[in-house]
């Protein structure tokens, strides 16, 4: 069983729903990265979505690309991002990592060494958001190979059909993006959320979770209360961007994701 499908059980155990943070690997630098994973966990994640640096993040919104050209403008390689994973690992061997970036810098380094590095590394699932479903059957036996977890976005357009497919390609969660946009826009419909992921939950037993638009405690309760997990990106990584812009140090803006997190993490344990 994978640490991913073993750690939502458990939480299904308990009655309790997964809080998934995502931050940028090496933003605002390299060295913050796993200070901030670990302040992270403390805080009440269950599963942490790290992303890797690229040029081209059509799919994020202003937030993480200012992030990935604060990343890539101290170098931070695909490479890096995986030694932040081991470094992690030397003192959390329970909370599931989840890559999430898109195709190149996986094509450049080559499926077969990356799915070996990121195994060592200690990753459990890798989202690329430009791999689709139907291009996925080169890559998804190697991942299952070496122990990694495909997850794939839903978007609220996606039709019954794709999410099927979607749902038989997808291990470890399926991800449903709340809003038609990049990340970190529109207003969240919770009303629609609720009926797309009762649909997408008909169609199989993955956990589902939800990103794009959660801002803070209460839209976190809210998406809670309908979602197997709640995925948090834009209001973190813009807390980064500001304490950087302030000059405040890796433990002062570890404490301030932490203050975000921890009051999410009460809202939806009350939802």
């Known amino acids: 069983m994978s640490r991913i499908k073993s750690y939502f059980e458990t939480l299904k155990a308990s009655g309790k729903k997964a809080l998934i943070p995502y931050i940028t690997a090496g933003d605002p630098t390299l060295d913050a990265t796993v200070p901030l994973m670990h302040s992270l966990v403390e805080a009440g994640a269950d599963v942490i979505e790290l992303g890797v640096p690229f040029s081209d993040p059509m ?13 890539l403008a101290h170098n931070t390689s695909l490479k890096d991002v995986l030694n932040c994973v081991r470094q992690f690992r030397e003192t959390n061997a329970e909370t599931p ?8 810098p996986v094509e450049i380094m080559g499926y077969d060494t990356f799915a070996q590095e990121a195994e060592a590394a200690g990753v459990d699932g890798v989202l690329l958001v430009d791999l689709p479903p139907e291009e996925a059957d080169s890559v998804k036996p190697l991942f299952e190979k ?16 794709r999410t099927k497919l979607i749902c038989e390609h997808g291990s470890g ?12 826009s529109s207003a969240l419909d919770t009303e629609e959320v609720a009926r797309k992921v009762a649909a997408i939950q008909a169609q199989t037993d993955l956990p589902v979770g939800v990103g794009f638009g959660i801002k803070d405690g209460e839209t976190a309760a809210q998406v809670a209360e309908v979602a197997d997990g709640v995925i948090v990106g834009s209001v973190l990584v813009n807390a980064i961007a500001d304490s950087a812009s302030q000059g405040l140090s890796v433990e002062d803006t570890c404490q301030r994701l932490s203050a975000i997190l921890r009051d999410m993490r009460q809202a939806m344990d009350k939802a």
Do not use: W
């Open 173 to 184: 969660y399926v991800y449903y993006v709340s809003v038609k946009g990049v990340t970190g």
């Open 146 to 161: 070496h122990q990694l977890d495909s997850i794939f976005l839903l978007a609220p357009t996606t039709s019954d059909a």
């Open 97 to 104: 990592i989840v890559l999430m970036g898109y195709l190149n």
């Open 59 to 71: 799919a994020d919104g202003p937030a993480i690309q200012l992030a990935c050209e604060r990343a």
